[in-house]
Structure formats: C-alpha cells, structure tokens
C-alpha cells in the first residue's frame, strides 16, 4: 500500500517542536462511550473484547470523534491489556468492574512461567491499525500506543485494579528482582509490540504510564522510568522516510519531568497539576509538552471551558522553540456531553493561534 | 488542670527547626485497624461513631500505639468529618463502603441552608482532647486535627468518596461562587474547631488536604490553599505560653510545595512522590518537612524497611537549620503487621542520630 498524503501534519510537526500555526488537539480516550455511535458499535460488538479485538471495529470507533469533531489526530482503539492477554493471564471485563485477570502473577512459579508472546497472537491490533490508516487516508496522524511497563505489570500483579497496589508493592518492597523480571519481560514485549505498530502504520506513539505515580520518588526511576527507556532506546524512531516521535505520560509524575526527559522521548505528558509555564522552564523546552486541561472541567458551562481551554494554552504562552499538544491530562470521562467538546476544540483552534506567530 | 511537664518534646521542638538529637516519629492513622487493640476497642464502643463520638474509648484508642510503640507524639482519635456532621449533614458509615452523608451539598438551597455548628455540638472532640491530656501525663504531645476546607468540602458534595469528584468539579467549574460559599463557611467552622482542641489541650494541630491533589494547579491555590491559610491566619499560634506548630499535608501537593509554605504554616506534610533534599532546597529550609515513607513499603522485609526508612532520613540528609518529623506519606494499611512498625521507629530514631550532631 502505498501511504496517502498527511493533509493535517500539525499535531506530528508540534510533536518535533517546528513551527505550526495552531496548538493541535486530540482527546485521551477520545473514542469512548461519552459517544452515542460508541456505544452503538460496542453493543453490536457485543463485549469490550470483542470489539477491540475485531479490527473493523475497531477501525469504525477510531474514526467516529473524527466525524464529529475537527481534532488533529487519531488514536488507535485498542486497550492497555492487550499484551498481558496475548501472554494468556487471562483477560476479562466484568460489567460495571473493569478489567480482570484470571491468572494474576503472584508466585515466582507464575513469573516463572512469563514469556515475551508472539506478536501473532496481537494480529488483530496490527490489522486494525493498518485498516485505520487506510480509511483515515491522509486525514489525520494515527498514534499507536502502550500501557508502560511498570502500568501493565500493576494489572498484571494486582489482578485487577487497585486502591493500595498493596500485592505489586509487597512485591517491589519484598521480592524486587522478582518485579523486576516481569518488568524486563514486559518491555521486551511492548518494545516489539510498539514497533509492530509503527510497521503497520502508527505515525507516533504514547507510552501510557498511568500509575508510574504511586511510586515513590527514587523507586519510580528503578521501576517505571528505566523500562520506559528501554521501550524508547529500542523503537523505531524513524520508518519509511518519516520520524515517529514518541510521547510519554506518567500520570501524577510532573515532580519527575526532569528524569522523564531523559528517556529520550520527544514530548511528556502532564497531568492538571503541572503548571505548563513552569514545566517549560524546567526543561528549557527540550522535548514537546501534551496536556493538560482537567476532563472534569468539561463540567462547566461553555464559558467557563472556553476560559479554562485558554488559561492552558496562556499558562504555555508564546510557543517560540517549544511544542504544545493541546489534551486533557487524563482520559475523558463517560458522562462527559459532547457539545462541549466541540466548544473545548474550537476554543484550542481559535485562541491558540496568537501563541504561534 | 495543671499540665504535667512534657517530657519528650522532640517532635514539637523538630517542628520549630530547633536542635533535637534523633528525627522523631509518628505515623498517620497510627491509632487504627491494623492493631487488635483498635479492634477490640470498637467492637466494644459498636460502631466507628460510637467510638469516636465516645472521650473514654477516643482517648483509649489514642493511647494504644504508644503503649506497643515509642512514639514521639500522639493524635487525637477522631475524623475529618466531625464537622459537616455537626453541621447536620447526617454522618453514616456504612460497613465496608467507608463514610456517607444522608444529605450532600448540591444545590443553592443546600447551600444556603450551611452554617457554622455551634461549637457543643463538638464538645465530646474537645472532651477527648482533655482527657487524652490528662491520660498522657506528659509522656508525648498531643497533635489535634481537622480536614482541610477543600477536603471536607468533597465529602460534603460528593456525599462519599468519590474517583472522579464529578459532583463537587462540576460545581467549582459551573457555579464557583456558590463552592466558595460552602468552603467559607467551612474554613470558619474549622478555624473555631481547632481552636478549641488548642484550648482543650492540643499541643500542635494539623490540617489533612487529602484530596487538594485532585486540583488543577491554579485551581488548588483558590480553592484549597486560600481556605488553609484563612485558617492558619486565624489560628492560636501560642496557647498557654506555649508555641502551638501548625502542619499542612495536601496529598498529591509536592508540586505546590512553595505555595504551600505562604501558608504561614510551621510544616509541610509531603507524600512519597517528593524526594526530601530537593524539597528542603527548593524552600531552603523555610518550615519543618514530614513524611514521608510510603505507607505500602511497610509490606517489605525487616531489612527492605530498615532500607527504606534510611533513604527517607537520607534524602533529608543532614537536619541543620531544617526540622524533620518522620512520618508515612499517608496513612498506614488496615493489613500492615504491627511487628513490622517497631522495625519503622526503631530504624529512625537509630539511624537518624547522626542527622543531628
């Protein structure tokens, strides 16, 4: 296949710090069920697995916010979880529970038993991401993603989710090179996972760490970072002729955007907490920044986003040699009213243009 | 009452940045489920409320940890919202599912209708205060407490916890004048209360912000932060002849640590995700510093948590001019080992002697 022309490439060029006229947006989570036809598909699909696992499903749900809104980039509709279930723990949603694993890793006997699945057994999510970028054609980037390492093994540990990560941190604490086996087998397989994505056509791709924050200060390094920078040393950084620059997001990690850095990763992204202006500072603009309007302020009225979307981009000021990716820090939330998601990416078009001349 | 001399003031003197020879210790929720002790005692009062509401199970459980532990301080048994249920928001605890109100703050008239209890309605707090005084005899001194405004703000709106504080977001972003009416009313209704714990016989207060985290920055700073330093400004800041140190903790708030400090407090409580030396650095020792062990590294070996509890003393490093008060950065599991907490002092006041010559 030959690859159609990129008609939008703001969201790719803002990624590498070059010049653009508008902060380019895109949602976490931005297919989901705060969507009607989301929901339509799901149900059709008849289970989050099979909808995620069927790649003419998935490629349908990737587009739809596409449909609605002007956004800048498409993300693959995939899930975090799909590596482990590759590795056969054992993948399950429990309606109204979320994710579980039927064979949680607990015993040295259970680690023993880890090994880096056959990328075959992950076809579905590279057939989708190639469908998707042959329906996109052109319209928009595609970003391939990942759960971290460090994220991917607390599901995998824990069982499921977890209020104290209480098992992973028993076994951090107690048992450290046992963690740090299923770590090393974890971020072989997303390494391989990630590249297989940008071979089937993933223009950029996001490391989500969404629990890299409940480590402690020292601790989030040995156990989080470090396997992201394994992940990042080994992608393919460049395929075909074009960059593909790499994002990472610790949720709750704004105290380590020094060290994140470090990965060697072409933009971070933050969470709400994180002063954007500040941020910059510390890092003299030396990778991209991608955030970080709370999803909860989609709760406001029209007025109060619009102002709430331009104290983001006003807290990143005047974009000069840096990059900004307008998002939200965290994934959009189900009871969100689209509408206003309209009015949040007019708002980033619209007011972010002065930021860019 | 004529109070007993103190006889170990190292907690009360390491807040104040005085020289102490060893890093005092206590640890949040130190009085709690993880003890058999605890247990006992509540099933004998019935219910959580039955035992809080009650100054001769309070000032028992309070006791507890000191008689298995040589703690440098003790803490008022009590909780964050005695005060919305003295405001007649109908406290409840459910079994298992952990606080409730039977009639959350949602609309103006809700609103409205909130007042500053009168102080009685709080009598048996400041009854528990006295005779956990009088019971300690000297032996350590008695931290008082309250939620922050914010924080207590959350339960009030959202009725019970919440992942999302989907109720109490929408408010602040929807009708912000109306959520600063209730942290108002709140702010006053917590000034008055600790007050009178100081006047009953509080030898040092602290104020939890536990969910101040889950703020956009600059959102933190007018919605909690405003509301904590009307109260530090207000509060009994010497009682007796005696300096009374006020503590600020907002989880989730190491990045705020600055603004933090403009609070007028005399320390700031830090959780698990700040590393101590570069906090101390970026306040240059301006307050006290507690914390901040992750509670969760508890569930390690004898030797993984002696390890552990010298990286905290370590990154704090040398005490000086600065003042360090041990702690967890949040507190302690129900399904901690009490075994392994006489590891947790032992190990501070041991190692952290060399902090201080």
Same mark, same amino acid.
């Given at each position: 296949?030959?690859?159609?022309?990129?008609? @939008?490439?703001?969201?790719?060029?803002?990624?590498?710090?070059?010049?653009?006229?508008?902060?380019?947006?895109? &949602?976490? +989570?931005?297919?989901?069920?705060?969507?009607?036809?989301? @929901?339509?598909?799901?149900?059709?699909?008849?289970?989050?697995?099979?909808?995620?696992?069927?790649?003419?499903?998935?490629?349908?749900?990737?587009?739809?916010?596409?449909?609605?809104?002007?956004?800048?980039?498409?993300?693959?509709?995939?899930?975090?979880?799909?590596?482990?279930?590759?590795?056969?723990?054992?993948?399950?949603?429990?309606?109204?529970?979320?994710?579980?694993?039927?064979?949680?890793?607990?015993?040295?006997?259970?680690? @023993? !038993?880890?090994?880096?699945?056959?990328?075959?057994?992950?076809?579905?999510?590279?057939?989708?991401?190639?469908?998707?970028?042959?329906?996109?054609?052109?319209?928009?980037?595609?970003?391939?993603?990942?759960?971290?390492?460090?994220?991917?093994?607390?599901?995998?540990?824990?069982?499921?989710?977890?209020?104290?990560?209480?098992?992973?941190?028993?076994?951090?604490?107690?048992?450290?090179?046992?963690?740090?086996?299923?770590?090393?087998?974890?971020?072989?397989?997303?390494?391989?996972?990630?590249?297989?994505?940008? +071979?089937?056509?993933?223009?950029?791709?996001?490391?989500?760490?969404?629990?890299?924050?409940? &480590?402690?200060?020292?601790?989030?390094?040995?156990?989080?970072?470090?396997?992201?920078?394994?992940?990042?040393?080994?992608?393919?950084?460049?395929?075909?002729?074009?960059?593909?620059?790499?994002?990472?997001?610790?949720?709750?990690?704004?105290?380590?955007?020094?060290?994140?850095?470090?990965?060697?990763?072409?933009? *971070?992204?933050?969470?709400?907490?994180?002063?954007?202006?500040?941020?910059?500072?510390?890092?003299?603009?030396? *990778?991209?920044?991608?955030? %970080?309007?709370?999803?909860?302020?989609?709760?406001?009225?029209?007025?109060?986003?619009?102002?709430?979307? +331009? +104290?983001?981009?006003?807290?990143?000021?005047?974009?000069?040699?840096?990059?900004?990716?307008? %998002?939200?820090?965290?994934?959009?939330?189900?009871?969100?009213?689209?509408?206003?998601?309209?009015?949040?990416?007019?708002?980033?078009?619209?007011?972010?243009? !002065?930021?860019?001349?």
């Amino acid at each position: 296949m030959v690859a159609a022309t990129l008609q @939008n490439d703001t969201f790719l060029r803002a990624l590498q710090r070059q010049p653009v006229s508008y902060t380019p947006v895109w &949602l976490m +989570r931005q297919a989901g069920r705060y969507l009607a036809e989301y @929901n339509q598909t799901r149900s059709r699909a008849g289970s989050f697995l099979g909808l995620a696992k069927n790649p003419d499903f998935a490629t349908e749900v990737t587009i739809q916010p596409l449909e609605r809104f002007p956004l800048d980039a498409a993300i693959l509709f995939s899930d975090i979880l799909m590596i482990p279930d590759a590795m056969g723990l054992g993948l399950e949603f429990v309606a109204g529970e979320g994710p579980r694993f039927a064979h949680p890793l607990r015993t040295e006997a259970d680690v @023993n !038993k880890l090994a880096v699945p056959e990328m075959d057994e992950l076809r579905y999510v590279f057939d989708a991401v190639s469908q998707i970028r042959q329906t996109l054609n052109g319209r928009v980037p595609l970003i391939g993603f990942a759960g971290s390492p460090w994220t991917v093994s607390c599901y995998m540990v824990e069982g499921q989710g977890s209020s104290d990560y209480r098992n992973i941190k028993t076994m951090l604490y107690a048992q450290p090179a046992l963690l740090h086996r299923i770590l090393e087998v974890t971020a072989q397989a997303t390494l391989q996972y990630l590249n297989e994505q940008i +071979r089937a056509g993933a223009q950029a791709v996001m490391l989500f760490d969404s629990w890299g924050g409940v &480590l402690a200060d020292g601790l989030y390094q040995q156990f989080s970072l470090a396997y992201i920078k394994q992940v990042c040393d080994g992608l393919l950084r460049e395929y075909n002729g074009q960059k593909i620059p790499v994002i990472v997001f610790t949720k709750g990690g704004g105290l380590w955007l020094e060290d994140i850095v470090t990965s060697g990763c072409d933009a *971070v992204g933050l969470d709400w907490t994180v002063n954007l202006a500040k941020a910059r500072a510390r890092i003299n603009d030396s *990778v991209a920044l991608q955030g %970080n309007l709370d999803p909860m302020s989609l709760f406001g009225t029209e007025e109060s986003v619009r102002q709430e979307v +331009r +104290r983001v981009i006003d807290d990143f000021g005047p974009v000069g040699n840096g990059g900004h990716v307008f %998002n939200l820090g965290h994934g959009i939330s189900q009871f969100t009213n689209p509408e206003i998601v309209s009015v949040l990416v007019d708002e980033v078009h619209a007011y972010s243009q !002065k930021m860019h001349k």
